[in-house]
């Protein structure tokens, strides 16, 4: 009778045997499923990181254009040693790009020469005479900078571009005294973002080759201007 049950508990020690053995392949090819699955995940992750980190870095990089209305160079300069003459340019255009977070930026500001104005018709004649800005043959005068470096948290910064004057380029920088930005509180939509600078500068009009009447009038010239630039829309 033992004899006879011998093969039946083989039997039985082969399908217990049999039974664990599949039961840890299957634990196993759940692991490496799983395992699978969590690979998969991170690297869909760090996809999404990669794509996300570039259009997050260029969401801080804001472009503007200057608001012709609410931007007005102004100079002033000695007359004769009496008196200091003050003076604006009508007329302005141009661009600006901040990355305040990276610290970059770049201005590309157009002046129209013929729009200077310092209340004086026969005096404002003069200054647009060959004497001075000679407007017939250099119409426009630039400023162009591609480095900008911001201070205290981006809400001060100074300029390091080139000014064209009579066709003349030399390096000036603007002092930017103070930054504002928010939205304009007369848009009824609440959608136009505005940002606010106050500037100053200062040259020497001999450097660009405007020499009349020195040293009666003066040589240095000080600039300062408010600009008011609107982000554009995406």
């Known amino acids: 009778m033992q004899r006879n049950l011998y093969p039946l508990k083989i ?6 045997l ?12 759940v692991f490496i499923n799983n395992h699978k699955e969590s690979r998969m995940k991170k690297l869909s992750l760090v996809a999404a990181l990669m794509i996300a980190i570039p259009t997050a870095a260029s969401a801080k990089e804001e472009h503007f254009t200057i608001d012709p209305l609410h931007t007005y160079p102004h100079f002033k300069i000695n007359h004769l040693g009496f008196s200091t003459m003050q003076g604006h340019f009508g007329k302005t255009s141009g661009k600006i790009m901040m990355d305040r977070q990276a610290g970059t930026g770049s201005i590309d500001i157009v002046i129209d020469a013929a729009s200077v ?12 005479s060959i004497d001075f800005l000679n407007v017939m043959e250099f119409p426009e005068i630039t400023y162009k900078a591609k480095t900008i470096e911001f201070h205290k948290g981006g809400k001060m910064a100074t300029a390091h571009g080139d000014l064209t004057i009579l066709g003349v380029t ?15 509180p007369m848009d009824p939509k609440k959608e136009k973002y505005v940002c606010g600078f106050d500037v100053t500068a200062k040259f020497k009009r001999s450097d660009f080759d405007m020499s009349f009447s020195l040293p009666a009038i003066g040589d240095e010239m000080a600039l300062f201007f408010g600009v008011e630039a609107i982000r554009n829309k995406d």
């Open 18 to 29: 049999f039974i664990s053995y599949e039961s840890e392949v299957l634990k196993y090819r």
């Open 11 to 16: 039997l039985c020690l082969q399908t217990a």
């Open 170 to 184: 030399k390096h000036v920088a603007l002092d930017v005294a103070s930054i504002h930005c928010g939205i304009h």
């Open 117 to 128: 104005y310092t209340g004086m018709k026969k005096r404002d004649d003069h200054l647009r």
